[in-house]
T-cell receptor, first 115, second 111 residues
Framework: ETGVTQSPTHLIKTRGQQVTLRCSSQSGHNTVSWYQQALGQGPQFIFQYYREEENGRGNFPPRFSGLQFPNYSSELNVNALELDDSALYLC??????????????FGQGTRLTVV | AQRVTQPEKLLSVFKGAPVELKCNYSYSGSPELFWYVQYSRQRLQLLLR??SRESIKGFTADLNKGETSFHLKKPFAQEEDSAMYYC?????????????FGGGTRLMVKP
């Protein structure tokens, strides 16, 4: 059984550019959630994908978008990058969308720096 | 709106001393509370959840609805407990699919 893997591990982008981050969910997991963790803060929920559909969204603008594929892997896309988008982006997969009924397993994160 | 507050950014104790990491929350319904831990160079992982009522690695946490708190306790700290600890909340209904995290507390256990 493989864990949650994210790519790339580090990324530097210029303000205004677009970025795509990738997440492979743990084997058997159909739900992927994305979190943004700014330096010195706790993770903040961006959105969740369940069976290829968005299933809940946090307080993030529409330039943050995502996809989930039939194999349940996922992408996070951010358009028109801003300096404040610099953060660690975490992906978590789980067996079900409701956190109460299952455990979320986190990846190691992608460190995005916007210059 | 749901919110989690961890008032201490850093907690430093000596090995063998008791530890209490504070967590307060605000949520109008019936939440589920969690503690997540991140050891150095490792990924974020679940330590315990209140619904399980378990003791994990000697840590316990009791949900106090009157005080809206979920403090993490351990009677005798070990050096290997040094890590970043995050308290998190999951709400009901359509908020049940997201975790709201506190800002985290770094625990340093000195020899």
């Amino acid at each position: 059984e493989t864990g949650v893997t994210q790519s790339p591990t580090h990324l530097i982008k210029t303000r205004g550019q677009q970025v795509t981050l990738r997440c492979s969910s743990q084997s058997g997991h159909n739900t992927v959630s994305w979190y943004q963790q700014a330096l010195g803060q706790g993770p903040q929920f961006i959105f969740q994908y369940y069976r290829e559909e968005e299933n809940g969204r946090g307080n993030f603008p529409p330039r943050f978008s995502g996809l989930q594929f039939p194999n349940y892997s996922s992408e996070l896309n951010v358009n028109a990058l801003e300096l404040d988008d610099s953060a660690l982006y975490l992906c978590a997969s789980s067996l079900a969308p409701t956190v109460r009924n299952t455990e979320a397993f986190f990846g190691q994160g992608t460190r995005l720096t916007v210059v | 709106a749901q919110r989690v507050t961890q008032p201490e950014k850093l907690l430093s104790v000596f090995k063998g001393a008791p530890v209490e990491l504070k967590c307060n929350y605000s949520y109008s319904g019936s939440p589920e509370l969690f503690w997540y831990v991140q050891y150095s160079r490792q990924r974020l992982q679940l330590l315990l959840r209140h619904i399980s009522r378990e003791s994990i690695k000697g840590f316990t946490a009791d949900l106090n609805k009157g005080e809206t708190s979920f403090h993490l306790k351990k009677p005798f700290a070990q050096e290997e407990d040094s890590a970043m600890y995050y308290c998190a909340l999951s709400g009901g209904n359509n908020a049940g699919n997201m975790l709201t995290f506190g800002g985290g507390t770094r625990l340093m256990v000195k020899p």
